[in-house]
């Protein structure tokens, strides 16, 4: 079974700074295509947050118009940039949406558990689970500690080594780490946030980082701070989950590609 991650797709009203750089809308559409079109079609589709730049009500009503013809199931979760109430009064139609509090959520298909989670602060750049927001995962987690589980959330609980997105990271990692070490089920941490593709460990945990499908941030591993995004390929991730419980990841880019060369006939 696959499944599809896209990330940071910060849809931007037109004649604003990112959508004339990189053309948000658009890059979003061209990920989804992309993903639809793919020759094993994803059967699930999660976004794992900064769905808009700004949070208004006007970048929803157009992510909103992106996804309305989209056939596969679509999962939203909400990262920095997004605004927890004018996200959750736009999509009140999607039934997994809690339109109270926290955006987290639990789902499951063909034996694989989903779990979205929430990590923004309003108004701020980092991302934390409060009390009540690990205390909902510790609890989704301890009821059906047989099904294997994928915990998505927009901010990585990780240090990355890109300062200046670490001076805006996930708060409160050592207090995550230690609930993610109590349970054996976990298959994967699968985040956004850092527009880039990497890989860590939480917990004992395999962690990874999907990009955006539009920026990439750029990889400055230095001590000093210094923030600045790139024109590097767009991707997207694939996740391969196969019966013998193995969940495998490829990121794929969404620009325009071709085969060059194919091997005619038998090799060996
Ligand atoms: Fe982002
Ligand atoms: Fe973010």
């Keep these: 079974m696959i499944f599809a991650q896209l990330s940071d797709p910060h849809v931007a009203a037109s004649k604003t700074e990112f959508h004339d750089l990189y053309g948000t809308q658009q890059m979003l559409e061209k990920a989804l295509q992309v993903a639809t079109d793919f020759t094993s079609t994803p059967e699930l589709i999660f976004i794992t947050g900064d769905l808009v730049n700004s949070g208004s009500d006007a970048e929803y009503a157009i992510l909103k118009n992106i996804l309305k013809d989209i056939e596969i199931p679509v999962y939203l979760g909400i990262g920095n940039h997004d605004c927890r109430s004018s996200f959750q009064k736009a999509f009140s ?4 949406i809690p339109q109270n509090g926290f955006v987290q959520y639990a789902v499951e298909h063909k034996g694989l558990r989903f779990l979205m989670l929430d990590t923004n602060i309003p108004n701020k750049p980092q991302g934390e689970l409060c009390a009540d927001r690990l205390k909902w995962l510790d609890d989704r987690l301890s009821e059906k500690p047989d099904m294997p589980t994928v915990v998505f959330m927009h901010h990585p609980p990780f240090i990355t080594g890109i300062k200046a997105m670490d001076d805006m990271g996930f708060l409160h990692s050592g207090e995550f780490a230690a609930l993610i070490e109590k349970y054996s089920h976990i298959v994967r941490i699968s985040c956004g946030h850092l527009h880039r593709s990497i890989q860590s460990t939480v917990g004992g945990v395999s962690t ?55 091997l005619k006939g038998k090799r060996y």
């Design 208 to 262: 990874t980082v999907c990009p955006s499908t539009s920026h990439s941030v750029m990889l400055h591993l230095e001590a000093d701070s210094q923030l600045a995004t790139t024109n590097e390929p767009a991707e997207i991730q694939f996740h391969k989950w196969s019966s013998t419980g193995e969940l495998v990841t490829h990121s794929y880019g969404t620009s325009p590609h071709k085969i060059m060369w194919k």
């Design 93 to 96: 139609h999607l039934d997994y």
